[in-house]
C-alpha cells in the first residue's frame, strides 16, 4: 500500500479540514451531549424521588410509636409508585 496522495485521498483530507464540515459535526456533538444531559438530569431527578420515598419509609419504621403516624401501607405504596415510574422511564 502506497502513502502516496491521490485524488480520494487528498480530497477526504479536504473535507476533514473544511470548516463546514467540522461546524456541522461539532453541532451534532453538541446537541448528543444535550441530549445525554437532559437524560441525566431525569434519571437523577426519578432516582431522588425512589430515594425520598425509602427514607420516609424509613423513618416510618423508626418511629416509637407507630399509632402516631400514618400506616406503613401509604409508604410502600408511595416507595412502590416511584419505582414503577423509574423503571417504565429506563
Known amino acids: 500500500m502506497s502513502d502516496r496522495p491521490t485524488?480520494?485521498?487528498d480530497a477526504l483530507d479536504c473535507e476533514l479540514h473544511n470548516p463546514r464540515i467540522m461546524q456541522d459535526s461539532y453541532s451534532e456533538m453538541r446537541d448528543h451531549a444535550q441530549q445525554l444531559e437532559r437524560e441525566r438530569?431525569?434519571?437523577?431527578?426519578?432516582?431522588?424521588s425512589i430515594v425520598e420515598r425509602a427514607n420516609e419509609l424509613i423513618?416510618?419504621?423508626?418511629?416509637p410509636s407507630w399509632k402516631d403516624t400514618a400506616p406503613t401501607a401509604g409508604f410502600i405504596?408511595?416507595?412502590?409508585d416511584a419505582v414503577k415510574?423509574?423503571?417504565e422511564k429506563t
Do not use: G, H, M, S
Not at 41 to 48: I, Q, S, V
Not at 59 to 63: I, K, N, V
Open 41 to 48: 438530569d431525569e434519571a437523577r431527578e426519578n432516582c431522588k
Open 77 to 80: 405504596n408511595a416507595l412502590r
Open 7 to 9: 485524488p480520494e485521498t
Open 85 to 87: 415510574v423509574y423503571e
Open 59 to 63: 423513618a416510618r419504621w423508626d418511629q
